[in-house]
Structures are given as structure tokens and as C-alpha cells.
């Protein structure tokens, strides 16, 4: 093998084995928890060795990047994800390659995202990205929904036609009442996805989780976890 082929395998068995020990803490089969590697900044040739070593979830949040690194990698068996914080202008390009688009916050992108989706012949899955920071403006500092826009935001996208409704995404906060206590921001989300359930019963999926804070994800009931540094190591800085 190659020294980066060498160096992904050992970290994702590293990764593996922190998240099959997390789901033995919390009494959880291995198989309800699915690893995303989050390879944002990295070559395809990285997506094309992490293919390679069984990964079948990969994410991005920058479409500039992602939409040439997905068609290179096109011929791969993935789901790619869409993470970051996505523009109407960039909707047409997304949905021609991701999956499921994790980030889905505001009605006016729900309707950009269904009109793309019907245009392509696509569905695409869509997670509401919670925002437990979320202050006056109803939007957290990186983006997402309020606790109190999820149901109208959630029944939005189940009746848009070429979505699906999957579940709920958050990242852990770096303010508010949340900061620093990523597990009981994780604890939130499970409890705003049990609510969601109700009227949403096939909304199950829960992406929660990265590379310093997924034991505390899996811990409380995440399904997805998002990791990146973990895998690919430390990432250049973006210039």
C-alpha cells in the first residue's frame, strides 16, 4: 500500500474503534451508527483511497470544491453529503451530485432545492440543521433553524415534491447555553428528533458528532457521525 493508503487505514481503524467502543458503552449494536468521513480541503485521489478502504458516506461543504471531486470520483459506490451552509445559487449544482443535503434551514431553500430536485428527476434527503444557538434572528452563527421552526420547516420539505424528510443535524455550539456541554446539545437533538418522529415517523436519521466529540454523540442515540481531522488529519488552511 502507499504511505497514505497506510496512514487513512490506520486512522479510520482508530475512528472505528472509538465509535464500536461508544456504541458498547451505550449498549448499542455497531451497525446504528454510520461513519460520514467529512473530506472538505482533501484530493479525490483521498476519496478515491477512502472507497478503497470501505467507506461508503462522504461529505462536503463547499460546492466549488465538491462538484469537480464528485464527478471525478463518479465511477465510486457513495453517498456524498452536502454539510455546509448552501446558497440558493448553488442549489443546481448540489443536487446534481449529493445525496442528502444535511444543512436545510430556511423555506426559501426548501423551494430552490425541490424545484432542482423535480428539474434533475432526483430525490433528494434532506436533514434540518438545528440551531441551538439560535437567538433573536431565529439563526444560529453558523447557520440552521430555531428549535421552535422545526415543524414548519419539517412539513415543508415532506410535501415539496423530490425531497425526503430524513431527520435533523446539528453542529455542537461554540455559544450559548450550549457551549462547551456537547453532550447536552446532542441531547437536545435527540429530544427535538422524538418530537419530530411524531408527525414525521420515518424522519429517524440523527447526524450529530465529529472528530474531538462523537463518543458523546453516539452516547445519546446519534445515527451519522461526521468526522474528518479524525481520518484525513489536520487540514490545510483554507487561503
Known amino acids: 500500500m502507499t504511505d497514505r493508503k497506510d496512514e487513512l487505514a490506520g486512522n479510520l481503524a482508530k475512528v472505528e474503534e472509538r465509535i464500536a467502543a461508544a456504541c458498547a458503552a451505550a449498549g448499542r449494536p455497531r451497525d446504528e451508527v454510520t461513519l460520514i468521513v467529512v473530506t472538505k480541503t482533501y484530493p479525490a485521489g483521498d476519496v478515491r483511497i477512502l472507497a478503497e478502504l470501505g467507506v461508503r458516506h462522504v461529505a462536503e461543504n463547499r ?34 451530485y449529493a445525496d442528502l443535503v444535511q444543512s436545510v434551514d430556511r423555506a426559501k431553500l426548501v423551494t430552490a432545492l425541490s424545484k432542482e430536485a423535480v428539474r434533475a428527476g432526483r430525490e433528494i434527503g434532506c436533514l434540518l ?10 439563526r444560529g452563527e453558523r447557520g440552521g433553524v430555531a428549535p421552535a421552526g422545526i415543524e414548519e420547516l419539517a412539513d415543508l420539505v415532506a410535501a415539496s415534491p423530490g425531497l425526503r424528510l430524513d431527520g435533523l443535524m446539528t453542529v455542537a455550539p461554540l455559544t450559548g447555553e450550549y457551549a462547551g456541554r456537547q453532550r447536552a446539545a446532542f441531547e437536545r437533538l435527540m429530544d427535538l428528533s422524538t418530537d ?44
Open 63 to 96: 460546492d466549488q470544491d465538491a462538484a469537480p471531486k464528485a464527478a471525478e470520483c463518479a465511477d465510486l459506490p457513495l453517498s456524498w453529503h452536502f454539510v455546509g451552509q448552501l446558497q440558493t445559487n448553488k442549489v443546481r449544482s448540489v443536487v446534481g
Open 129 to 138: 440543521q438545528v440551531a441551538l444557538d439560535a437567538g433573536a434572528s431565529g
Open 196 to 239: 419530530l418522529r411524531r408527525t414525521h415517523p420515518t424522519a429517524t436519521m440523527v447526524s450529530a458528532g465529529m472528530s474531538a466529540d462523537l463518543e458523546e454523540a453516539v452516547a445519546v442515540g446519534a445515527t451519522h457521525v461526521r468526522v474528518g481531522t479524525a481520518v484525513l488529519g489536520v487540514r490545510p488552511r483554507l487561503r
